[in-house]
């Protein structure tokens, strides 16, 4: 079967928004989590013109991380490989990406 396949962000971009993301904000009545409501800053396109949003992450030193789309291999549809670009005050721009051997491993 032919289908889009989100592989989405690798680990350690997962495990960096995790510790330094703003964090989910929780109803002050019922204290469970407010729906996280990210910044749309562009699109990519799977199969059958299907639009995927890509994301801006608030972080908490006032920075913020960016998706882009890294790579689309092929194997029975396309495979999207996201990376993250974290911008932080005073700090050079840091890159997550995969590598082609993780990639590779993944086709």
Known sequence: MRCDQH???PAEAEAFLEANEVPVQACPHCK?????????????????????????????????ADEFLQATPWSSG????????????????????WT????DAQV
């Open 7 to 9: 592989v989405g962000l």
């Open 32 to 64: 469970r989590p407010m729906p996280r409501t990210l910044e749309v800053i562009g699109h990519h396109h799977g199969m059958f013109d299907q639009q995927y949003d890509l994301y801006r992450h608030p972080l908490e030193d006032g920075g913020h």
């Open 78 to 97: 396309p495979m999207f490989f996201l990376g993250l670009r974290v911008h932080q005050p005073g700090q050079p721009i840091r890159t997550f990406e």
């Open 100 to 103: 082609e051997e993780e990639i």
